[in-house]
């Protein structure tokens, strides 16, 4: 129960739903226990006529059905109340707890969604959330019906007879404890056929996602043969827990019947001997099926409970994880786009390779600075430092003359546009894609076709159906690399940002429409700080300044003629392209 105490406040926060609840089990419970005690008199008057001892008018088990139907009511409408307090708490218990590991998600840095797969993710705030309810829904309201229940009901049996009632409890917590082996068993089964059907799951998204590729290579029938395979094990593995619930069932009839059956012995025993009245032993037989329910429960709950428990941990490493970077200027103000790297150091924490060592460069207000070099050698590493994706780890950033750990990091990067190297788009239309990089997320339809228009999209754009209102599909699956860069350029600059970071943006587009888009985007980066990182000489060519990166270092730094004029790499790299 450890790893289940972080659930407290909750409680706390919707203690009325649950005292409520407790109020209504009890209620409830006992209205159901006196149905018993109008069956007893009913059947001792039944015994009274027979033995002729009484002349008891037929009326009077009429009120007996009578009184029985309305306490069955009440009993029923607190039941139903217990329901609408306890499971109506765990709905908003479980929502609660959705919304602050969601909001905590977002708030962790890229490194922690690096080391840890989008299924987990997904499964901690779904399904581990999902266990976590059972506990705070049913297996409370359970709990505290098989307490209410045990107690009342001992309560009446003692006062009728010690030895009956220790006889008929016997039976209950070996139900408990079989129920209990069940549960676990299939508890543990459970797991094995949801790990199968992750897998089943995997394997049929990975073979929709890749049908083109498996189409090129004509291998239908080796994907058909895995998915049979996998098909087969979680049958297999379902199969093995259908088996086990099965004994569910049985096991309970078995252990009720036992009940039952020493009930009437002994208890007819008793009524032989005059200890007990002849109604005792119906009276003892609807308390044993009152009691059946809550005992076989016991186990189930405490299975419930584990499994919570589990989940509740695996939630809490999430929770527990704090971000590294962390926003403590909360202060309003203009961004001017001053820029300076002063030896900086970079090491990536999640591989530990150094990406930049000891990079300084400075960038005064509204200048673009292009950045080239080969693979690796930790172009887009400076891009995700000046957007705090990380922090440093040597050396410092400035932005306006002020470390960029001092600045408001939210302020910071809403006045940022961003071209990332892998292009994100959302299932959504093209329209709502391009105003999402809008200050409050919504634009003018002038304004998102003017932004189309400038990162080369817009003739694209119009040529389809639906135009603007096109959707994208999941990650912008229906367009092409090169539209889907475009109207991520488009995204970038539709809000007006003083800062413009194209990371490899137009790699996906041809020379020519290079051209015309490189020339839109100069209006637009105009009195704008900018970075272009690009292997495309052709990009970068008519920035201010121009940096060549080898092996996370700057190996020349300077414009394009002066470059050149160097016969170094970077003019190495020009005959390439140009020849």
């Known amino acids: 129960m450890g790893h289940l105490k972080v659930l407290n406040p909750f409680f706390v926060r919707y203690k009325w739903h649950f005292l409520g609840g407790l109020l209504f089990v009890a209620l409830s419970t006992i209205f159901k226990v006196y149905q018993a005690i109008i069956v007893r008199k009913g059947s001792n008057q039944i015994m009274e006529m027979m033995n002729g001892k009484s002349a008891t008018d037929a009326s009077v088990f009429v009120e007996h059905g009578i009184v029985i139907i309305v306490f069955a009511l009440i009993s029923g409408f607190f039941l139903f109340l217990m329901r609408q307090t306890i499971i109506v ?20 840095d890229p490194q922690f969604f690096k080391q840890n797969t989008t299924g987990d993710l997904m499964n901690r705030i779904s399904e581990d959330v999902g266990r976590v309810r059972m506990y705070t829904g049913p297996a409370i309201m359970y709990l505290a019906n098989t307490i209410v229940t045990t107690v009342t009901v001992l309560i009446f049996m003692l006062r009728i007879n010690a030895e009956l009632t220790l006889l008929v409890f016997l039976p209950l917590p070996i139900l408990s404890f079989l129920i209990y082996r069940v549960s676990d068993l299939i508890n543990k089964q459970s797991i094995k056929v949801q790990e199968e059907l992750g897998h089943l799951t995997t394997q049929a998204q990975e073979t929709y996602s890749a049908i083109r ?21 979680y049958k297999r593995t379902a199969l093995k827990l259908a088996t086990i619930e099965a004994f569910f069932g049985p096991t309970m009839i078995l252990m009720i019947g036992l009940s039952v059956l020493i009930t009437i012995w002994y208890g007819g025993k008793l009524t032989i001997e005059g200890k007990i009245e002849p109604g005792n032993i119906p009276e003892f037989i609807l308390y044993v099926f009152y009691m059946t329910w809550p005992f076989a429960s016991l186990g189930w709950v405490t299975s419930l409970i584990q499994r919570a428990s589990g989940s509740q941990q695996r939630i809490n490493e999430f929770l527990d994880t704090k971000p590294e970077i962390k926003n403590e200027n909360t ?59 990380y922090d ?54 002038e304004m998102v076709e003017q932004a189309a228009k400038d990162s080369g999209v817009y003739e694209n754009i119009i040529s389809f159906p639906d135009k603007f209102e096109t959707m994208v599909g999941e990650r912008g699956v229906t367009l092409s690399g090169g539209q889907k860069q475009r109207i991520s350029i488009a995204r970038a600059i539709i809000g007006k940002p003083q800062l413009l970071f194209f990371d490899d943006c137009l790699s996906a587009v041809d020379v020519e429409t290079e051209e015309l888009i490189l020339q839109n985007l100069q209006k637009q980066m105009k009195g704008k700080t900018s970075i272009l990182v690009s292997h495309r000489i052709s990009t970068i060519k008519n920035a201010d300044v121009i940096v060549y990166m080898k092996e996370g270092k700057i190996s020349e730094m300077g414009t ?17 392209q140009t020849q």
Not at 91 to 99: A, L, S, T, V, Y
Not at 213 to 233: D, L, N, P, W
Request: no cysteine; charged share 25%; proline share 1%.
């Open 89 to 108: 708490m765990s709905r908003h218990i479980e929502f609660d707890q959705k919304n602050q590991i969601y909001k905590h998600y977002q708030d962790l």
């Open 213 to 233: 590729v498996i189409k090129a290579y004509a291998r239908e029938k080796f994907f058909t043969s895995q998915m049979e395979k996998r098909g087969e094990a």
């Open 331 to 389: 202060s309003v103000y203009d961004i001017g786009g001053e820029i300076e790297f002063r030896n900086v150091e970079f090491t990536y924490p999640e591989n530990n390779i150094t990406a930049l060592k000891n990079v300084s460069f400075k960038i005064g207000k509204g200048q673009t600075i292009g950045i080239t070099g080969a693979v690796g050698s930790g172009k887009s590493t400076i891009i995700s430092l000046l957007t705090r994706q």
């Open 392 to 445: 440093v780890s040597g050396g410092s950033i400035f932005v306006d003359g002020k470390n960029i750990k001092e600045h408001n990091l939210n302020l910071l990067r809403k006045n940022t546009g961003i071209v990332p190297q892998e292009v994100f788009l959302f299932s959504d239309t093209i329209k709502n894609n391009i105003s999402f990089g809008a200050q409050n997320g919504t634009q003018s339809n």
């Open 560 to 576: 394009h003629e002066e470059l050149l004029a160097l016969k170094k790499d970077y003019f190495k790299l020009n005959e390439l």
